[in-house]
């Protein structure tokens, strides 16, 4: 007894100098080497329940670190007093460190230096009042600095519109507070995010079982379990804002044992705390993306409406898409006649038998009435090396004009935020596409013949000029079909004009992509034939003559003139046509069905 007096004398000289800003652990084996000094004790250990494991395990001892094993629990026993084995006696005093954690003091001392019952009784009384105050002034000086960095967190992340900074914050807040624990943040797919951040992608799978995690992000509450291997208890934390949960905090403890009331408190109002400032930081984002989606759609369409032609404005969406939402490949698709037809301008991919599979999963899901023409991570053996699709319609007057398909290899590269941009910009360049086609179809009908579908006179004439002054020679050839006014009498006038289609159709299938086959009048068609020697163009004759005879239905001939250029001469196209056309009368006079041709000195029948 009186040794115990001095250490309660002691003990108020040691509380002054005691620093409060240490662990509880710390503070706890301080004052069992004081209590094992004064009373002479071979060791004193403090322990605390696992509920878990239903033992308790060793927190502080007061020499060196407690390497005691677990103890079980001793049922609704107060003190007990056991033989420790050798020399030595062990009495162990339980009590309760707070409402909800069972706590005990082992002392071990020699067996011919015992205590008596009612002295333990008085130490129990006295260690648990003091270790119940101490764990609340040490619990109140650490809930003052945990709430303090609440605050700075606080007022941090709600300074900062910026999503990595608030992550950030987070993941440091949480090191200073539980520097022993692990963490990690758990965001979706449409988080891409800079930095070394512990980030893990949050699976939304409905075809797998629910986890912790998974609950904590769909229902908004706090979720605990306990891992077998290592034992470990792990808290999830949903990151929530006023509009939707944005994630789901992650922290794993260095022991398997349930979070206490105050620890789970804490850590709800730091996530809802950073649920706030992330959804701000997102709603700034989200308004400088609307303004940015704005400026880019204005200024594709200003773009678009400078590009006449429309292979330049597809080659300019291809290119304003890739680099927009970092597409590997684009292709735009015409839909006309029940037919789909892929629009010059698009990447190369897609005039490959390999872009097939991604088209007919576009197709599918189209016909089947699915808008979200949308997909972050297909089968790559189903496919092909992209990963990620997006389509869009071509729209106009509510009535589908065509498809954009945009392909990337990297899984989720395309977020839902992009596919809904896609949709908007391919809705309004579609209306520029359009007016290209309708201007592009014009000029074609312009220059066209209605009946033949040849090109007219004046655009041999602008060609024939052109190439004049920029080839070294040419050939133009005249045709007349021999009497063409006998076929309309006999046969009639719709006879005629298909006999004349026919002829026409013979010429365009027998002469070269760079050539010009025209309605020169009537029944008369032309075909100018650039940088060919006159020897080619007589053959080319022959062979177009030849095949008249032999294809058309009823039978018809033509007469057939020629006449041929080079640099050397001074002669230009009205004299060109000029002598074309003398050629022909010599080979309609001289009995049809022939060819003459008429150079520069000579007229003669070939």
């Known amino acids: 007894m009186k040794r115990y007096e001095s250490f309660k004398q002691k003990f108020f000289h040691w509380f002054l100098a005691f620093q409060d800003d240490g662990p509880f652990s710390a503070a706890a084996g301080e004052l069992l080497a004081l209590l094992k000094e004064e009373l002479a004790l071979e060791q004193a250990v403090f322990y605390l329940y696992d509920p878990v494991r239903a033992a308790f395990y060793p927190e502080a001892a007061a020499v060196g670190t407690p390497d005691a094993g677990p103890i079980a629990a001793d049922g609704e026993r107060k003190v007990a007093v056991v033989d420790a084995g050798g020399p030595h006696m062990a009495a162990r005093l339980f009590f309760m460190l707070s409402d909800e954690t069972p706590a005990m003091v082992e002392l071990m001392y020699r067996k011919d230096g015992g205590f008596d019952e009612r002295l333990l009784w008085e130490i129990r009384t006295d260690l648990a009042r003091l270790f119940r105050k101490l764990s609340a002034v040490l619990q109140g000086e ?20 910026h999503i990595d900074v608030v992550l950030e914050e ?13 963490y990690h943040l758990l965001l979706s797919h449409d988080n891409h995010l800079r930095g070394n951040l512990p980030i893990k992608t949050l699976v939304l799978d409905e075809r797998e079982k629910q986890t912790a995690a998974l609950r904590a992000f769909l229902t908004g509450q706090v979720q605990c379990e306990e891992m077998e291997a290592p ?3 792990v808290l999830y934390a949903p990151i929530k804002g006023v509009q939707a949960v944005y994630g789901v905090i992650e922290i794993i403890a260095p022991y398997a044992a349930p979070f206490p009331k105050r620890e789970i408190h804490f850590i709800s109002l730091l996530a809802s705390t950073a649920g ?13 993306r609307l303004v940015a989606d704005l400026q880019l759609i204005n200024d594709t369409m200003r773009q ?14 291809v290119s304003q898409i890739q680099q927009s939402f970092g597409a590997d490949e684009v292709g735009f698709f015409l839909f006309a006649d029940g037919k789909r037809e892929l629009l010059p301008g698009s990447t190369p991919f897609f005039f490959d038998h390999r872009s097939e599979p991604y088209i007919e999963w576009v197709e599918k899901r189209r016909q089947s009435g699915n808008d979200i023409l949308f997909a972050g991570d297909v089968c790559v053996s189903a496919f092909g090396s992209f990963r990620s699709i997006m389509a869009a319609p071509m729209q106009q007057n509510k009535e589908t004009k065509g498809l954009c398909i945009a392909l990337a290899s990297e899984p989720y590269r395309f977020t839902f935020e992009m596919f809904k941009l896609l949709e908007s910009l391919v809705q309004h360049s579609t209306l520029a596409f359009m007016n290209a086609m309708l201007r592009e179809e014009l000029e074609k009908m312009v220059v066209t013949d209605y009946l033949t579908k040849l090109h007219t006179r004046r655009y041999l004439d602008e060609v024939i000029q052109t190439s004049m002054g920029s080839d070294a020679s040419g050939a133009l050839i005249l045709f007349d079909i021999d009497n063409f006014k006998q076929i309309n009498d006999v046969y009639g006038h719709q006879t005629g004009d298909g006999v004349l289609v026919q002829v026409a159709e013979t010429v365009r299938a027998n002469i070269r992509d760079g050539d010009v086959a025209a309605r020169w009048g009537g029944e008369e068609l032309a075909v100018y034939l650039p940088k060919v020697p006159l020897s080619d163009a007589i053959s080319i004759a022959r062979r177009i003559t030849e095949k008249v ?6 039978t018809v001939t033509v007469s057939c003139g020629v006449s041929w250029w080079e640099r050397q001469g001074c002669e230009d196209a009205k004299q060109l046509f000029k002598r074309a056309d003398a050629a022909l009368y010599m080979a309609k006079e001289t009995g049809k069905n022939c060819i003459f041709v008429h150079d520069d000195c000579h007229l003669y029948k070939v």
Do not use: D
Request: hydrophobic fraction near 30%; charge should be positive.
């Open 231 to 233: 034992p470990r208890s």
């Open 304 to 317: 678009l409406n400078a590009r006449p032609r429309l292979h330049e404005a597809i080659e300019y969406m």
């Open 549 to 554: 005879r032999e294809q058309t239905i009823p």
């Open 276 to 288: 706030s400032a992330l959804e701000n930081a997102k709603l700034y984002e989200q308004s400088r």
């Open 142 to 161: 650490g809930e003052e600095k945990r709430y303090g960095q609440l605050h700075h967190f606080a007022a941090k992340i709600h300074s900062s519109m």
């Open 170 to 182: 987070i993941i440091r807040t949480l090191q200073n507070v539980y520097p022993s624990f692990t």
